[in-house]
């Protein structure tokens, strides 16, 4: 019986690893977008100041070297807006890709969670999966038969692991699955 809990446990850490990638990825793309957002920023700030230098420098020296300096600031400003726009549009559309996840992969949720909460039921739901196929898996391999009568006990416990287990079972994945829809929507 210990062996059937630490298979269990073994199991339920080796669902833990990917919703800690999806965590450290989670966090790699906030990171990247918010550097990319104060790039742009500092950018923007550098070139209103140097706009604002050269606007006093031009009522200052009408040249044409300076109007040619305050037309490249604008089209780098231009440049800037063009780029933050695009970032934008990038995240907004990574969060409203809406995909359609096939019947097998519904049913044993082999799809990538969304959050961290269907991350947790995913896991439950492998764990209690593995633990019940475990068990009818050793009780298989190593027959217990009734000492009185004689027979096996196969039946009463594949029959007993469905009635405990199936509706748990069944409950997460449906969680899952609400969830996951409920995210992409």
């Known amino acids: 019986m210990l062996e059937k809990v630490v298979i269990a446990a073994v199991a339920g850490l080796f669902g833990l690893m990917p919703l800690a990638l999806q965590w450290?990825?989670?966090?790699r793309k906030t990171k990247s977008y918010e550097h990319k957002l104060s790039a742009l920023s500092c950018e923007l700030d550098f070139l209103v100041k140097l706009m604002n230098l050269s606007s006093q420098e031009l009522e200052n020296d009408s040249s044409q070297a300076s109007?040619?300096?305050?037309?490249?600031i604008r089209l780098e400003a231009q440049r800037i807006f063009a780029d933050y726009r695009s970032l934008q549009q990038t995240e907004t559309k990574a969060k409203s890709v809406h995909t359609v996840v096939p019947l097998f992969r519904r049913?044993?949720?082999?799809?990538?969670?969304?959050?961290?909460?269907v991350w947790l039921i995913h896991s439950s739901f492998y764990v209690l999966m593995i633990f019940a196929i475990s068990m009818v898996i050793s009780e298989y391999q190593s027959p217990t038969f009734d000492p009185e009568t004689g027979e096996n006990n196969f039946t009463n416990l594949l029959i007993g692991t469905i009635v405990i287990f199936?509706?748990?079972?069944?409950?997460?994945?449906?969680?899952?699955?609400r969830h996951y829809r409920g995210k992409q929507e």
């Open 24 to 27: 450290l990825s989670a966090r």
């Open 67 to 72: 109007s040619e300096m305050t037309l490249s």
């Open 107 to 117: 049913c044993f949720l082999l799809f990538q969670p969304t959050s961290t909460k």
């Open 166 to 177: 199936g509706p748990i079972i069944i409950y997460l994945q449906r969680v899952a699955m």
